[in-house]
C-alpha cells in the first residue's frame, strides 16, 4: 500500500452550507442536557450528553487531527464507537445534509442532528451507555497534514486514534467502530493494522477492497492550505485483512 503513487491538488475551499451548528473551532467541553434541541428539525436528546469540541491527538509522525467526543454524563467508564470520516466531524445538522435528507424524503426527526454524515447518532448511543468519537483526519478541516484517503496511511492514523480512544480516562478500553460507505471502507484498513483496543466494526454499506489495477477519485472539502489526494492507482489490491 504504500508503494501507491499519489497525486496531489490543493484542497477545495469550506463553503457556508457545509457548516453546521458546532462546526466553528473551539476547544473545551460543554454538556448538553436532556431536552437539547440541535433545532426544531431533530428530535430532543433523550439523556445529557458531555461534548468535548476539537480535542487534540497526536498521530506517530507528530501530526495533530482534532476530534470530538460525545459520552453519556456518568463516572462510569463507556465503550467507544469511532465514525471515521472526512466529511467534516460537526456537521451531520449542516444545510447541505438538511436538503439531501428532504430530497431523499428521509423523517431527520427520528436524529439527534449530532451525528455524522452517514454515522451513528451519538443520541441513541450515548443513552445506551457509548461514547462516539467524530475525528476529522488529517488534511481535513482544522486537523494537520495532507489528506489520505483509502490506503494503509489513513489505516494507520485510524489505528492511532483507536489506540488512543482506550486510553482516555473516561474509556473502559473498548473501542470499535460505525457507519456507512467511506465509514465502512476504512474500517477495513484500520482492521489491517490490528489495533490493541479494537472490539468490532459495524460495517455498512461499502466496498472492503479495491480491485487490481484500481482507479478511485475522491473529493473534500478542507482548509485551503491543505492538500488532498486526488487519485490512487496501484496494481495490487489495496487492502489484504
Request: proline letters at 7%; charged letters at 25%; a neutral charge.
Amino acid at each position: 500500500m504504500k508503494d501507491y503513487t499519489f497525486a496531489l491538488q490543493p484542497a477545495l475551499p469550506d463553503e457556508p452550507g457545509r457548516q453546521g451548528l458546532f462546526s466553528g473551532f473551539a476547544p473545551g467541553t460543554v454538556t448538553l442536557p436532556k431536552g437539547f434541541r440541535v433545532s426544531e428539525k431533530f428530535k430532543p436528546l433523550p439523556v445529557d450528553i458531555i461534548l468535548e469540541k476539537d480535542v487534540a491527538v497526536t498521530m506517530r509522525d507528530g501530526v495533530t487531527i482534532y476530534t470530538d467526543v460525545l459520552r453519556p454524563l456518568t463516572d462510569e467508564q463507556v465503550p467507544v464507537i469511532v465514525a471515521w470520516s472526512p466529511y467534516g466531524k460537526s456537521r451531520g445538522n449542516a444545510p447541505q445534509y438538511d436538503d439531501l435528507f428532504r430530497l431523499l424524503g428521509m423523517d431527520t426527526s427520528v436524529l439527534s442532528g449530532l451525528q455524522k454524515f452517514e454515522g451513528p447518532d451519538p443520541a441513541y448511543w450515548c443513552a445506551k451507555g457509548y461514547a462516539i468519537c467524530h475525528p476529522d483526519p488529517r488534511g481535513t478541516y482544522n486537523s494537520e497534514g495532507d489528506a489520505r484517503w483509502w490506503n494503509r496511511l489513513e489505516g494507520e492514523d485510524f489505528h492511532d486514534l483507536v489506540e488512543w480512544c482506550g486510553l482516555q480516562d473516561w474509556s473502559n478500553g473498548k473501542v470499535g467502530a460505525s457507519g456507512n460507505s467511506y465509514l465502512t471502507a476504512s474500517q477495513w484498513f484500520m482492521a489491517a493494522e490490528h489495533p490493541r483496543t479494537s472490539r468490532r466494526s459495524r460495517h455498512g454499506r461499502g466496498c472492503p477492497t479495491s480491485t487490481a489495477t484500481s482507479s478511485c477519485a475522491v473529493a473534500s472539502r478542507t482548509t485551503a492550505s491543505r492538500r488532498r489526494y486526488a487519485m490512487l492507482t496501484s496494481e495490487r489490491t489495496s487492502a489484504r485483512i
